[in-house]
């Protein structure tokens, strides 16, 4: 280390301190105890090396803060941060544990190039130098796969990178397998993305309905702030809406168990007896909301009258949707009850059984109906609020728009004014940005796969943050025939080895969480901040570094995308003085803080949607704000916590009570949709007469990159498992813990079976967890995906289980 | 029988289940797991002399269905036969390096939340209050009462600390289990006294470990019992650090 980089290591470690003990509501730190005056110095006992931050937690969307205990540069300890309104002083083992995130073994230190079949460790320079003979070999065909837990700057930078340097829209994130069908259900219903609600909203709900969602593993903090209401002898009602039993059942008062897809009968079901019972909410409706139904490819679909509305939804009779769903009719009456009255607040959540659905963007938008037509919305405890799985799939994708059409801030790629208003911002020329929509997640992977001369133009795909080697579908059509391509190239920033690593040409080795600085934005629109705190290891370097160093080198070469309207460099940053900062030299890219710098022209977007962003200082000194923030005659900040709401919004026309202000039918009003139920395009049958359902446990996080890492959590739960009915594994003369075979048309898998574990599935129904990089399970998944958010259906597709003969291999996958 | 004979008979098989419960199914071999598929259908049935039959820990992991609650209420009475609080504490011969080296290996920093040193209910919600409430010990073996009796999803922060299901013996070694270099903060030793015989200060978080008798009390671990656990409000005497508690208005 230089002695200049030590110095500006403690100048940002002061001014991250002092930024701190400024912030009237930040207390968080917990300085070193003094010694007791005239007493011995007991001070090592106390942990009095150690100096505390805070940081949001780097796993899921929930967005608790921890406070991050450092101690010689190192992390040393974590504790819940009780000044979080999120979490409350609680975190979940994930979240307790994710100080050890740092300190596996292997961490990627060195940039490392394939030479045959070995990767051989090369220098950041010749690093760069490949990947810019790689953009600048055909810079339409250079893709980047991107991720909800790049940073909300990271991703501010790669899609201005992407749509401002480079000149088309090829960036799409691994969130698009998470969430896009929440985006489009909130565009569809209020012409706007993100919830109305937030998690405040669990405080005070009478009943909670989880729609296919499972909180008390997936979004453990949140299921305790409902749960832990009963301890403080409050009464709420869970309704656990599911496919399978799961740990969410234990604590719920209702169980209504449905077949896979059939959700959309049930909230057609619901609508069907509130118009029926005349326990829909008229005023509301009348005053401020209109009705919809599907019209093929439009996202808005077409009006339609109350009458048609009515008629469209006389079939779903309660008989009718037991008969669909399994369902009893009575639970739908009980669901049709709760929303027909009005004096109960209902909070609605779900996650990825509504989002990963090939009718994702339809179920998302018959909830929000359900609760729009029954009134249940606008106050606190009422509210249709999707979850995200990921730290910042909000912050960075939803509102920066790293998705292949979107612009930051809610902007489109396909609307002129959207473009001219980043081409201002970014100063770039007018035209700079392309109009078409770039490939979609699926869609740049199949091109990928695809050999040039059948139309595969993209050739090099970058990867930051994310692993979809294991966590794309169907992974024998969309990854590995690129493998065995010679003119596609594949480059992978991660920190750790990964499946994706491991088959890639060119690995970049990344920091992580508070090794850089870095902004997440969680399920409320809460947007939180933090300061890097220790050192990466090795060669490791931030994410938006290697964009902003790609970047210079291509602007070293002349590519014109990289160079502003008075020919700056895309990423120019000066000093006080205005002299240019080297950013692109990683010894100075701490000189400044680069974060500030990227978050503070993004915040130009922000208002365009009124998703209003504060400045930079304002996050420094909270634990996260909920955007729209809007500043105070008296200078201050002031979040909003109900949107569209007249008693919270400022945006609201006064007066109106309830405002949707982004109405796709600019008129204020959100739409009431009507969406059939339809069959799923992949249902089991003689051949394959298993349902499939993938998913998540609670100690291990996506793709166990990083939790398989962390011995607390690998020990409980060290490998993935097919879960089985009893009754299931005992006709097929299957006991628990024995390896099968689960194979659908797509590959197959072998994996062990445990009856009566985690979560029990019905007879009839299989879930096996993502995690475990041994048991690739998305070797066996679909990759149908919805038409309107492209997100595929990783919930159900149809396998079938065999025993495997004594001489058979060991687990693993196997090419189907 | 007269009432306290069948006392005695009911609490000798209240102690024989919850010692074979401590000592994690160690009786049961893999052979008997062969076939769990069968084994739904025998739980709880085999009563003896009316007395369900106890089970291991490994036997509630493979097949947790009906798990017995009867009994499970009535470790009140077993708990009745632990220490009092006002029987004298004598630390002799007790190491305090020990206890906490033995506190400290079922976390990975002082104030992480502790693993799980036995099998639990993994659908569930685990009757984790059933002895965690107010702390049981029996034959050297203790179940620590738990200090935060608010938060009911307990397996949200604690994880047991083995495989929790059968199988995948044949499977490869996963390539994430490396070494974890993390080296977490250690507990404190003890608080600072302003003078030798103060009352020392708490020398930790008090968030979430706000009910001293948990490692303190009675059913704490010998070396880290208070000598005085007839005195219940302890921070009359022992102060606790507003900065290490987080607590508002304290400068960084």
Not at chain 1, 273 to 286: Q, S
Request: net charge neutral; proline share 7%.
């Amino acid at each position: 280390m230089t002695p200049d980089r030590r110095e500006f290591l403690a100048m940002t470690a002061l001014a991250a301190a002092s930024a701190a003990a400024t912030a009237a509501t930040a207390h968080a730190g917990s300085p070193p105890p003094t010694a007791v005056p005239g007493g011995p110095d007991l001070r090592g006992r106390m942990g009095a090396g150690v100096t505390w931050n805070k940081a949001p937690c780097r796993f899921c969307g929930t967005g608790c803060h921890v406070q991050v205990g450092v101690d010689a540069g190192k992390v040393v300890a974590i504790a819940g941060d009780t000044a979080a309104e999120v979490n409350k002083g609680l975190l979940c083992v994930k979240g307790y544990h994710v100080g050890l995130a740092l300190y596996g073994a292997d961490r990627l230190t060195t940039p490392l190039l394939r030479k045959g079949d070995r990767q051989v460790p090369i220098s950041w320079e010749e690093a760069l130098r490949i990947l810019a003979d790689r953009a600048m070999l055909d810079p339409k065909g250079f893709a980047v796969y991107g991720s909800g837990q790049w940073t909300i700057p990271e991703g501010y930078a790669a899609n201005k990178f992407v749509k401002g340097g480079l000149g088309h829209n090829h960036i799409d994130p691994n969130a698009r397998l998470c969430m896009a069908s929440a985006v489009t259900g909130y565009l569809a219903t209020y012409g706007v993305d993100e919830p109305a609600g937030c998690f405040d909203d669990l405080d005070v709900a009478d009943v909670v309905i989880l729609w296919g969602n499972s909180p008390a593993e997936m979004h453990p903090v949140l299921f305790s702030r409902i749960v832990d209401r009963r301890a403080r002898g409050q009464s709420v009602t869970i309704i656990d809406i599911g496919t399978r039993r799961t740990r969410t059942t234990a604590h719920a008062q209702h169980f209504l168990q449905f077949k896979p897809n059939t959700d959309l009968a049930i909230a057609n079901g619901i609508a069907h007896l509130l118009l029926k019972n005349g326990t829909w909410d008229r005023t509301f409706v009348e005053k401020h909301c209109s009705f919809r139904q599907p019209l093929e490819k439009e996202l808005n679909g077409k009006g339609m009258t109350f009458a048609e509305y009515e008629a469209a939804l006389a079939p779903y009779t309660p008989a009718y949707v037991e008969q669909i769903s399994g369902v009893p009719a009575k639970d739908i009456r009980m669901l049709a009850d709760l929303f027909g009255n009005r004096d109960l607040r209902i909070t609605s959540l779900w996650c990825m059984g509504m989002n990963q659905h090939t009718r994702g963007t339809a179920i998302n938008c018959l909830v929000h109906g359900v609760h729009l037509l029954s009134g249940h919305f606008g106050r606190p405890g009422d509210a249709p609020t999707s979850l995200t799985g990921q730290p910042s799939a909000c912050g960075t994708v939803r509102e920066v728009g790293t998705l292949s059409h979107a612009l930051p801030g809610g902007g489109v790629v396909t609307k002129e004014k959207h473009r001219h208003m980043a081409e201002e911002i970014w100063n770039v020329p007018t035209g700079r940005i392309l109009d078409k929509p770039g490939y979609h997640a699926v869609e740049m992977w199949k091109r990928f796969s695809t050999p040039k001369a059948d139309g595969g133009d993209i050739h090099t795909v970058w990867v930051q943050v994310t692993n979809p080697a294991q966590t794309l579908p169907n992974l024998h059509a969309l990854v590995d025939p690129s493998r065995k391509d010679p003119e596609k190239f594949l480059v992978v920033s991660d920190v750790y080895p990964t499946a994706t690593t491991r088959i890639a040409d060119l690995v970049l080795p990344s920091a992580m969480w508070v090794e850089k600085n870095g902004m997440f934005g969680n399920s409320e629109r809460r947007t939180q901040q933090w300061f890097k705190l220790v050192e990466p290891p090795g060669q490791a370097r931030d994410d938006a570094w290697q964009i902003v160093a790609l970047a210079y080198e291509l602007y070293r070469r002349g590519h014109a995308g990289m160079k502003d309207k008075d020919g700056r460099f895309l990423f120019h940053m000066a000093d006080a003085k205005g002299a240019a900062v080297p950013i692109w030299d990683f010894r100075h890219y701490y000189d400044i803080n680069v974060d500030e710098r990227l978050f503070e022209e993004y915040r130009k977007f922000s208002t365009m949607k009124h998703k209003n962003l504060a400045p930079y200082s304002e996050y420094v000194k909270a634990r996260g704000l909920r955007w729209p923030v809007v500043e105070q005659e008296d200078g201050t900040w002031r979040e909003t916590r109900w949107r569209f709401s007249e008693s919270d919004d400022p945006f609201v026309t006064p007066g109106k009570g309830i405002d949707f202000y982004h109405s796709t039918t600019e008129d204020g009003r959100a739409q009431i949709w009507f969406n059939p139920y339809e069959a799923p395009p992949e249902s089991p049958d003689a051949a394959y007469p298993f349902w499939l359902c993938t998913g998540r446990v609670l100690e291990h996080w996506h793709s166990g990159t990083i939790t398989g890492r962390i011995p607390p959590l690998r020990d409980a739960m060290p490998q993935a498992y097919v879960e089985m009915h009893r009754e299931d594994a005992r006709k097929l003369g299957i006991t628990n813990g024995e390896t099968v075979r689960v194979e659908s048309r797509r590959g197959t898998l072998d994996i062990p079976v445990w009856i009566d574990g985690r979560g029990s599935p019905p007879q009839g129904s299989l879930f096996v967890p993502f995690f475990d990089e041994r048991l690739p399970i998305n070797n066996v998944t679909l990759e149908a995906y919805d038409p309107f958010s492209k997100q595929p259906d990783y919930k159900k597709c149809a396998v079938r289980v065999a025993r495997l003969s004594p001489n058979a291999a060991a687990p693993g996958g196997k090419a189907g | 029988m007269d009432g306290s004979g069948a006392l005695r008979v009911f609490l000798a098989v209240v102690c024989g289940v919850a010692l074979i419960g401590f000592l994690r199914g160690t009786t049961v071999t893999d052979d008997d797991l062969d076939d769990t598929t069968t084994q739904g259908a025998d739980v709880g049935a085999a009563a003896v002399d009316g007395v369900s039959p106890a089970r291991s820990y490994r036997e509630l992991r493979d097949s947790p269905r009906g798990e017995g609650s009867g009994w499970a209420a009535d470790l009140d009475a077993l708990a009745a036969l632990g220490p009092d609080v006002t029987d004298a504490v004598s630390l002799e011969g007790v190491s305090k390096s020990a206890d906490l080296a033995a506190r400290a290996s079922r976390r990975a920093y002082d104030g992480a939340p502790p693993r799980i040193p036995h099998a639990v209910r993994q659908d569930a919600a685990p009757e984790c209050l059933t002895c965690h409430e107010d702390g049981l010990r029996f034959r050297g073996l203790l179940a620590t009462p738990m200090s935060h009796t608010s938060y009911t999803s307990c397996t949200q922060c604690h994880v047991v600390d083995e495989a929790p299901m059968p199988g995948g013996a044949d499977l490869p070694p996963d390539p994430r289990a490396v070494e974890n270099t993390f080296v977490g903060l250690a507990s404190p030793t003890a608080g600072p006294r302003a003078w030798a015989v103060a009352p020392p200060q708490i020398p930790h978080r008090t968030w979430m470990r706000e009910e001293c008798d948990s490692c303190h009390g009675v059913n704490g671990r010998d070396a880290l019992r208070s000598t005085h656990p007839a005195r219940a409000n302890c921070e009359q005497c022992h102060a606790a650090s507003a900065t290490i508690d987080q607590r508002p208005g304290v400068a960084r």
